[in-house]
Each structure stands twice: as structure tokens, then as C-alpha cells.
């Protein structure tokens, strides 16, 4: 892979055009440009006093982001720790306050964690199955209304506590929009 490849800018906020850098790994698939648009468009520009959740944070690019657009907080976990140590890296050029780093299994961290989020963001490694379990484990470490953006290879047809707000796909990938209902 080239230094090119390794590379996600931000696409708004404070840290507009700002380069994330991140590890050379197989795993790795930053949600495109395009898509994260269409979900900040979603979301609303501006996420101003939200605590976010980014599992499976790979490059970064969803909490970092969400940081950049006015986010409080954004816990980004990840299992890997060259991904783990690029994102604090990120952390470091950014100046980024707001952003706490867990090097966990996703899943783990779910089952531990005593911390509430407004927003999440899954994006699991493709076609694996984790962003339908990490759906089922997270309502408990959200607060009510809570939003989820989730990423996946099949639509995952989610019934209570999740309602489907927007979905679209780019390519062989999937990924909408859920809020956590009473």
C-alpha cells in the first residue's frame, strides 16, 4: 500500500481538510467521503455538547469527525494496537481533547463500559457479523434517542428497541441510520 492509501481527511468542521493517517492493514476501510457527508447531512452538521461512541474505529474518521463538527466527547475503540496508537497519534495532531482512546475488543468494551452516548457509529469489519451484535449489545450504553450509524455487507432488519430513520448503500455497502426507541 502507498503513504496515499493510509490517508482519510476530515470533511468539516474545525478540522476541515485535516489528514488522518492510520496503519497499512487489510481490515481497514475508511467510510468514503461521500458516505460520511450523507451521514453528517443526517445527523445535522453541527453535533454540538454529544458524547459519540466510534466502535471498530479503524482510521478514525467517524468520531474524529463528529469531534470536528462540535462533538463534546468521542470514545473511539479499537482491538488493534498499531490502529490504536496511530489514532492517539491523530489525537496528538489534532489537539483533539475530546477524544479518548480504548484499545479493546469491541464487544468487550460493550459488555464493560458504564459510560451513555448520543450518537455511535459501528462499522465493523465487513461482512463479519459484528454490527449486528454490537446492535444488540448497545442500547444500554445509550441515552434515550440515541443514533446509530451502522455499516454492513446485508441489511440488517433491526426491530425493537431500533427504528430505521435512513438507509442507503454505496457499492456493496450498506449503512443507515437507526435511533434508539423507548
Known amino acids: 500500500m502507498t503513504a496515499n492509501r493510509n490517508r482519510v481527511r476530515i470533511i468539516g468542521g474545525k478540522w476541515r481538510s485535516r489528514l488522518l493517517r492510520f496503519p497499512p492493514a487489510a481490515q481497514l476501510r475508511p467510510t468514503p467521503d461521500r458516505v460520511r457527508e450523507t451521514l453528517f447531512n443526517w445527523l ?3 453535533l454540538d455538547g454529544l458524547e459519540c461512541l466510534d466502535l471498530f474505529a479503524g482510521s478514525g474518521a467517524l468520531g474524529f469527525e463528529a469531534l470536528s463538527r462540535g462533538a463534546a466527547r468521542a470514545v473511539l475503540v479499537d482491538s488493534d494496537r498499531a490502529v ?3 489514532l492517539r497519534e491523530n489525537v496528538k495532531a489534532l489537539e483533539a481533547n475530546g ?3 480504548v484499545q479493546r475488543d469491541a464487544m468487550v468494551y460493550l459488555e464493560g463500559a458504564a459510560d451513555r452516548f448520543d450518537v455511535a457509529f459501528v462499522d465493523a469489519p465487513f461482512a463479519s457479523g459484528l454490527a449486528r451484535r454490537a446492535m444488540e449489545r448497545l ?4 441515552k434515550p434517542g440515541a443514533r446509530v450509524y451502522v455499516e454492513s455487507a446485508q441489511p440488517l432488519d433491526l426491530g425493537a428497541p431500533w427504528a430505521a430513520l435512513r438507509e442507503d448503500r454505496a457499492g456493496a455497502v450498506r449503512y443507515a441510520l437507526y435511533e434508539l426507541t423507548p
Not at 442500547?139 to 445509550?142: E, I, K, Q, V
Open 84 to 86: 490504536a496508537d496511530a
Open 44 to 46: 445535522g452538521q453541527r
Open 99 to 101: 477524544a479518548e482512546i
Open 139 to 142: 442500547p444500554r450504553r445509550l
